[in-house]
């Protein structure tokens, strides 16, 4: 079981190159997250799915896109990267079920736009 | 909009010693969820601890306990017996129990330093 993973962990871009980041989780959670951590803003949400096919915005959505095509993998796409998208991605994940609220996080990406 | 608010950005305990954590939160709901997640250096986000708002006993989890005052809207963190594991970025974190919101509302951290 390893729970979320995250491809990959580091990665340096150049302004306006594309890249998608891969989150994957194997406990079956119908509900996955895209977060980003900057210095000193904690995590802010990007985008969210509440199951397979679907996709919702969170609270800073604008310049990424997301996909969730299979209930395990949840996609984070970036078409023209910019130095602002400089931050740490997580992922996380969580079962349906609210008797016990937990979402599971994945190790991080490292992504660096230049 | 909920708030979640930690006034210290940094802190400091020697090993063995007890250590509390402060956060602060704005909600006008009365039901809701209240977690501790632990970052160390490796990044990993660790749930420590959670609370539900309609439980009015603190959540302790080993050497780790809270102090929920939910009328003060205050959910503070307490480390005993500090070990140097300890050390991380600690992250208050928010939700509503209501299902159509799914969002974690996480404050800015609080660094964790133990002294040997």
């Known amino acids: 079981n390893a729970g979320v993973t995250q491809t990959p962990k580091f990665r340096v871009l150049k302004t306006g190159q594309s890249m998608t980041l891969l989150c994957a989780q194997d406990?079956?959670?119908?509900?996955m997250y895209w977060y980003r951590q900057d210095p000193g803003m904690g995590l802010r949400l990007i985008h969210y799915s509440v199951g397979e096919g679907t996709t919702a915005k969170g609270e800073v959505p604008d310049g990424y896109n997301v996909s969730r095509l299979k209930k395990q993998n949840f996609l984070l796409g970036l078409e023209s990267a910019a130095p602002s998208q400089t931050s740490v991605y997580f992922c996380a994940s969580r079962n349906s079920g609210i008797v016990v609220y937990e979402q599971f996080f994945g190790p991080g990406t490292r992504l660096t736009v230049l | 909009a909920q708030t979640v608010t930690q006034s210290q950005p940094e802190m400091s305990v020697q090993e063995a010693e007890t250590v509390t954590l402060s956060c602060t939160y704005d909600t006008s709901e009365s039901d809701y969820y209240l977690f501790w997640y632990k970052q160390p250096p490796s990044r990993q986000m660790i749930l420590v601890i959670r609370q539900e708002a309609y439980k009015q006993q603190n959540a302790t989890e080993n050497r780790f306990s809270v102090n929920f005052q939910k009328a003060a809207k205050s959910f503070s963190l307490k480390i005993s017996d500090s070990q140097l594991g300890d050390a991380a970025m600690y992250f208050c974190a928010y939700k509503d129990s209501g299902g159509s919101n799914y969002k974690l509302t996480f404050g800015k951290g609080t660094l964790l330093t133990v002294n040997p």
């Open positions: 406990m079956n959670h119908e509900y």
